[in-house]
């Protein structure tokens, strides 16, 4: 008998402010049988949560259906103001296989999740990554250019920018949903001890990719005015090409060149054990470092094979 696969999923929301909604949302998660909340986080002026779960791909199914049902009641875009860019009140909503899951598997979970969120919630539906259906939305900031308020204007107008599914018009209070299926990605931001957003944007532009930057690196500065700080911003979407050492010295040094300290590096949700292996022999300068040398990796390994 073939065993279950098992997948997670990382909705962000476009609350980070209102403990209550965010309360319910995770209680509309946990709700449902065979899932289980591995991690929930909020930022004040990204205001902007994520919540990790997993589980059976089909109760990972429901529970994303619910949650989604649960921010277009709770959660009022034509209200929100953040540093962070959105357009839906439940923003992007992606399916991750974990341990042998097949890619094609969350990729038909997003579908049918879609089609479940269009029909049953009144979203209006986006797919990007691997579930993308047009490749001009593979890329996830594509989607979401413009905004709540520049895009809602503009599917009135141009029908290249519409809903793949639900709309033409987005959702009058809850947008639309971004949904797909990717590799896993690291949320990683550092903080400087700045004001400065200039200073943010420019080296968020040295760093990512599009620009010429680190591969598989998307950045943003992002201006933190609770905190009198300034944040650089990324997604790691493949650690194994750039790490997240690589990342970190790479800030660092830019910010040092302007006279500028790290205050804070921070991670949102969670992170694979072998990203954090990998940062640390690169730190520590181990060129013959590997998974084994590390003791519960072994024990691991070998009480598997017994």
């Known amino acids: 008998m073939s065993q279950p696969h098992i997948v997670e999923c990382v909705p962000n929301f476009s609350e980070g402010r209102d ?8 209680r509309s998660i946990e709700a449902v049988p065979q899932v289980a909340v591995l991690h929930r986080t909020s930022d004040a002026d990204h205001n902007r949560s994520v919540i990790t779960f997993a589980g059976r791909g089909e109760a990972v199914l429901e529970a994303a259906v619910r949650v989604a049902a649960e921010a277009v009641a709770r ?22 296989p974990l341990d ?22 009144g979203l209006p539906v986006y797919f990007y990554e691997a579930a993308a259906l047009q490749p001009s939305r593979i890329r996830l900031e594509q989607v979401r250019r413009g905004q709540f308020e520049g895009l809602r204007d503009e599917v009135l107008v141009n029908e290249e920018r519409q809903p793949d599914l639900g709309g ?23 903080n400087l001890q700045s004001d400065d957003l200039a200073l943010a944007k420019d080296i968020a532009r040295q760093i990512r ?48 060149e302007r006279g500028v300290g790290v205050v804070e ?12 292996e990998q940062s640390a022999a690169q730190f520590l300068k181990l060129p013959d470092f590997s998974a084994d040398r590390i003791i519960e990796s072994r024990l691991d390994a070998v009480l598997r094979a017994e």
Request: with cysteine; net charge neutral.
């Open 19 to 26: 403990s209550s909604i965010i309360d319910s949302l995770v």
């Open 75 to 96: 959660i009022d875009l034509t209200r929100h103001q953040g540093a962070h860019p959105r357009v839906g009140a439940i923003d992007v909503l992606p399916f991750v």
């Open 100 to 121: 042998t899951t097949p890619m094609e598997v969350c990729v038909d979970l997003a579908h049918r999740a879609g089609h479940r969120i269009a029909s049953e919630v």
């Open 168 to 190: 033409p018009a987005l959702h009058p209070t809850a947008g639309a949903v971004i949904i797909g299926a990717r590799r896993f990605l690291i949320a990683f931001n550092i």
């Open 209 to 256: 990719e599009s620009s010429g930057g680190f591969p598989a690196v998307k950045a943003l500065g992002l201006a933190l005015p609770t905190r009198g700080l300034v944040q650089v911003s990324m997604n790691l979407t493949d650690f194994d090409r750039t790490s997240l050492f690589a990342v970190f010295d790479a800030v660092s040094r830019l910010a040092a």
């Open 265 to 276: 590096s921070e991670l949102i949700g969670l992170l694979p054990r072998r990203a954090l």
